[in-house]
């Protein structure tokens, strides 16, 4: 029977995580093992001491970008901690520590945590990290939906409880910074109750994260990732309980929810090697209100043969226009974030995808090398850049090791500064040492311009082929 966590987080990790918050700062140079042509910055915990790393999520504001991912990573779900990663001057150095307060490491008082998410509120000049808080009294549960907050990305503030109750899963937050917006400075932080068929919840602050009411919706699923349209309205796409990525949304400020519309059904293909991979939703929107939403899937390989990663927009939140190919370069792509350039639009909106690729989706646990890939959009999504190799590749057996398999974390994440480059944050492994995995948060040291690609088709790809069915849910993952 596995160790409660509180008993082995032991060593150097208890050491990082009780000193939070440990704040170190890092220019942005090569590290680590990141010698390739893409030169690569180290943003997580220094000198990789926390344990298995993954679960990224970024956010971008006035050339400020703040990270957040899990650290010590636990094989029965969960982490041990959160660290963040903060640069001031778009990219160019880091700060690093851990957020303090959240796990009984770090001084708080859940046993566990999992899935940040970043977010800034412009009305009231703070950046908010939500996570959870999880408990291992019997099995890892949600407790506990959590708000960390600071006014300047570095120093932050114990946790604030933004839900409770039931078996919480899947936090993701997003503040409405729209100018012209009657709901200018609320936010909202989405989650699902596990122990309800996961059924979708809303929390709503006003006040900068300090207080939160919880709103019911009658959604099911998991991974819900809210997005604000300039016009105040909410948009969330999430993954639901039949296999399907559809889509709920509120024009009131989180008061009423729309019944849920489909975007599309996700055509599955279940990656080699053990390799856990939900194809949870990754969506921005676009000046102009347009909402984008990416997931992984394999309708457009003979056979279902291997993932591509897919997208599909729509111009307000309730009819979704055709599924399109992001990637064609063969092999199996899973995890995308995807990032959009909040002040482009239309024809001209910029967006980046960052995901994980296998080159040979037939591959076997002994021979599945993963890859970290990347391409963007300069016309809204009509046509990508080339694929391009930011790391690898990884044996995917250096990945930490989950009840649900081989895992790099269930997200990645990538901001786009407005007119300038694209950020992802990602999950590298080394080989283990003495046993324990090696695998730390990194980005691409000054970010990736976004690069026009070829002139697109006239005519819209069909899918050729039907995926596996849908494994019996409801679904949680940590």
């Known amino acids: 029977m596995p160790l409660p966590a509180r008993r082995r987080v032991i060593g150097g990790l208890v050491a990082v995580l009780a000193a939070a918050p440990l704040v170190t700062s890092v220019p942005a140079t090569a590290a680590g093992a990141a010698s390739e042509a893409v030169p ?8 990789g001491r926390s344990g298995p790393q993954g679960g990224a999520d970024t956010y971008e504001w006035d050339g400020v970008i703040v990270a957040a991912h899990q650290v010590g990573r636990l094989s029965d779900g969960g982490a041990a901690g959160i660290a963040f990663a903060t640069s001031g001057d778009a990219g160019a150095t880091w700060t690093r520590g851990v957020l303090p307060g959240i796990t009984t490491a770090a ?42 907050r600071s006014t300047d990305g570095v120093a932050w503030s114990p ?23 009657p709901h200018r400075g609320q936010c909202y932080a989405v989650f699902d109750d596990h122990a309800a068929g996961n059924a ?48 709920i949304r509120s024009r009131d400020g989180g008061t009423a929810w729309s019944e849920s519309v489909p975007v599309s059904r996700v055509q599955r293909h279940t990656p080699a090697g053990g390799l856990h991979a939900l194809p949870l939703p990754s969506a921005g929107t676009d000046a102009a209100g347009t909402v984008y939403v990416a997931w992984h ?23 979704w226009g055709d599924v399109l190919r992001v990637t064609a370069d063969g092999g199996d792509h899973v995890i995308p974030g995807l990032g959009v350039d909040r002040t482009s639009d239309g024809e001209h909106a910029r967006l980046a995808v960052t995901y994980y690729r296998y080159a040979d989706a037939a591959c076997v646990p002994a021979t599945c090398r993963l890859t970290v890939g990347h391409t963007s959009s300069a016309n809204g999504g009509a046509s990508w850049s080339a694929p391009l190799e930011l ?21 990645i994440s990538t901001s786009v500064v407005p007119g300038g480059n694209a950020f992802p944050a990602f999950a590298v492994a080394a080989p283990p040492a003495n046993g324990t995995p090696d695998v730390r948060t990194h980005t691409v040291t000054g970010g990736l311009p976004i690069v026009p690609g070829p002139q697109p088709l006239v005519s819209i790809e069909a899918a050729v082929a039907t995926g596996e069915p849908p494994p019996a849910l409801p679904l949680t993952a940590r």
């Open 200 to 247: 979708i919840r809303v929390a709503r602050s006003s006040d900068g994260g300090l207080s939160w009411s919880v709103t019911a919706t009658e959604a099911t699923g998991l991974g819900g990732q809210p997005v604000v349209r300039p016009n105040g309205t909410v948009v969330v796409p999430y993954l639901s309980n039949d296999g399907e990525i559809r889509s």
């Open 107 to 148: 001084g708080g008082v859940h046993a566990r945590t999992a899935d940040p998410s970043v977010a800034y509120d412009a009305a009231h000049g703070v950046w908010l990290i939500t996570s959870l808080g999880l408990s291992d009294d019997g099995g890892v549960s949600g407790a506990a939906v959590l708000t960390s």
């Open 297 to 319: 899937d394999c309708r457009f390989q003979h056979g279902c043969a291997g993932n591509d990663i897919v997208l599909s927009t729509s111009a307000d939140g309730e009819k």
């Open 40 to 47: 690569l910055t180290e943003i997580g915990v220094p000198e």
């Open 159 to 181: 946790p604030v409880v933004t839900a409770v109750g039931g078996d919480l899963d899947k936090s993701w937050v997003v503040c409405d910074n729209g100018e012209r917006s």
């Open 391 to 411: 790391h690898g590749p990884m044996a995917v057996g250096w990945l930490a090791l989950t009840g649900q398999g081989r895992s790099v974390g269930d997200y």
